[in-house]
């Protein structure tokens, strides 16, 4: 979704024009649609990158300007981390995601006469059923958190964006193809996420790695690796197992060292998603328990946690308390380091040198990488009372394009610059983290119970999923069937 890599080349691009100058050569210039490759004066190749200004303008120029002269009303959550950073800004600012969103709002002001107006409100899903039922439209974007947003489809109060492909082009790198793919239910997508939130990003599930520990343990770094798709849970394991050791007072608790670290929840659920298992898919439209379908997967999967998690004290795993992790992972206590996205600029004070990476795949065969996203992040949807669909969809679109020209670079740029180690290699990563996203009917809607049943096992070190699984799925069978039924009658 967001190929930001490009922000980097761009600066060396940079730079190799001011080297080709003082050594009295003329770099060579081009302009096109694509990436485009030219030959310097040396014979030379020289592939240059389109910025995703130069990207979003076709599509900004197809859509006609006009003047609507409205204001946009969004309905967001009120204090949670980035929810309202996302919408609105006052005003241009030194702070770079709150100038982009403001660069991005005139931006849409400027082409469409159209106005951002935030609105949070601590329980969105409540403030967005009681304006539609009232028929009052206050709202003409809902910005709630994954469940609350799977809650309000299920009860028929959001718009298909299917309905408005003619307006919008859902399928490119301002929208996530992982909510185009994964949530489309009975040939309806009531949620997107893309360029225009943030908050999704925030709370993606990635790896972070020491790169001080790597050269301390004579390892190799292991972006090739994931390059070469050998990043998988084994190496992992195997980078892990040797790294651990105590301090010297013959006990391990959080003053030791460790080859991984987590907290308790996401970090463990996130295992089953990186081996590309869902409890739910949609298939042929419509939401299927498939859980079951992965028991062999499940159980090595569950065994490698085992031996990671409860064996030769080679993980640590904060008890609901994810600072202290933080802390250790700075103080070089921890080899790898599972969190969500943000927390890269929590580490602006670290000593020593550290590097991102997307989590391992199950193995070799696994064709992409995958993660998963926080239910506390945000999604975008459309009130279903909504007055007039094709213009919303047309601001929607124009919103989407903005944010990628300028809130988008600006995002990477605050979640980079701060590493004391930018290197090229981080912003190619998150590139890879963020377009392999997976969304699980099966999460979203937390009632079916499943991931649960996953965590507890790694929690617990067991590998007896099939027991387990027995006990939870006819009752997890037994609420999506009411789940359908409801989107069914929509």
Not at 82 to 92: V, Y
Not at 194 to 209: A, K, P, S
Not at 283 to 310: A, S
């Amino acid at each position: 979704m967001k190929k930001l890599f490009c922000i980097f080349l761009s600066l060396l691009f940079i730079v190799g024009c001011f080297t080709a100058c003082a050594e009295g050569k003329a770099p060579a210039t081009t302009t096109g649609s694509g990436n485009e490759t030219t030959t310097s004066e040396d014979s030379q190749p020289v592939v240059e990158e389109l910025t995703n200004a130069d990207k979003a303008k076709p599509y900004l120029d197809a859509i006609p300007d006009a003047d609507y002269k409205r204001e946009f009303n969004v309905l967001c959550m009120a204090g949670v981390g980035n929810s309202e950073k996302e919408i609105w800004a006052e005003d241009a600012s030194t702070e770079p995601i709150e100038n982009a969103v403001f660069l991005r709002n005139t931006a849409l002001k400027d082409k469409l006469g159209v106005t951002i107006t935030m609105n949070p409100q601590a329980d969105v899903s409540s403030a967005a059923q009681k304006d539609i039922k009232s028929n009052a439209k206050s709202y003409d974007l809902i910005m709630a958190n994954g469940p609350s947003t799977g809650a309000l489809a299920q009860n028929g109060y959001l718009y298909n964006f299917l309905d408005l492909e003619e307006h919008m082009n859902l399928d490119k790198e301002w929208w996530d193809p992982g909510t185009l793919r994964d949530c489309a239910i009975n040939g309806k997508v009531y949620f997107m996420n893309g360029d225009i939130n943030i908050l999704d990003n925030d709370v993606t599930w990635i790896m972070i790695f020491n790169k001080k520990m790597i050269s301390d343990n004579d390892l190799v770094e292991p972006y090739e690796l994931v390059r070469q798709k050998k990043w998988t849970l084994d190496k992992f394991y195997e980078y892990c197992r040797n790294v651990s050791r105590d301090n010297g007072d013959g006990k391990y608790d959080d003053k030791d060292t460790y080859g991984f670290l987590t907290t308790n929840g996401g970090g463990l659920t996130n295992f089953m998603y990186t081996s590309d298992i869902k409890t739910v898919e949609v298939i042929d439209g419509t939401p299927t328990v498939v859980m079951g379908n992965y028991q062999e997967k499940i159980i090595k999967v569950l065994e490698l946690c085992k031996h990671l998690i409860h064996e030769d004290n080679t993980t640590w795993i904060s008890q609901n308390n994810p600072n202290q992790t933080k802390e250790m992972f700075m103080n070089n206590q921890g080899l790898f380091y599972s969190e969500v996205l943000s927390y890269i600029v929590n580490l602006s004070d670290m000593d020593s040198p550290y590097g991102v990476l997307p989590t391992p795949l199950f193995d070799e065969a696994q064709e992409n990488y995958r993660t998963h996203v926080d239910g506390v992040g945000s999604m975008i949807s459309i009130p279903s009372n909504v007055t007039d669909p094709a213009q919303t969809a047309v601001i929607l679109e124009t919103l989407a394009l903005y944010s990628y020209q300028y809130v988008t670079p600006a995002y990477y740029d605050v979640t980079l610059k701060r590493k004391k180690s930018r290197d090229s290699e981080s912003a190619e990563m998150i590139d890879i983290i963020l377009q392999s996203r997976v969304y699980d009917i099966g999460y979203i809607y937390g009632s079916i119970g499943l991931a649960d049943v996953f965590r507890a096992l790694v929690q617990q070190g067991s590998t007896d999923f099939a027991s387990k699984y027995k006990s939870k799925s006819k009752s997890a069978e037994k609420q999506l069937n009411k789940i359908v039924e409801k989107y069914n009658k929509i």
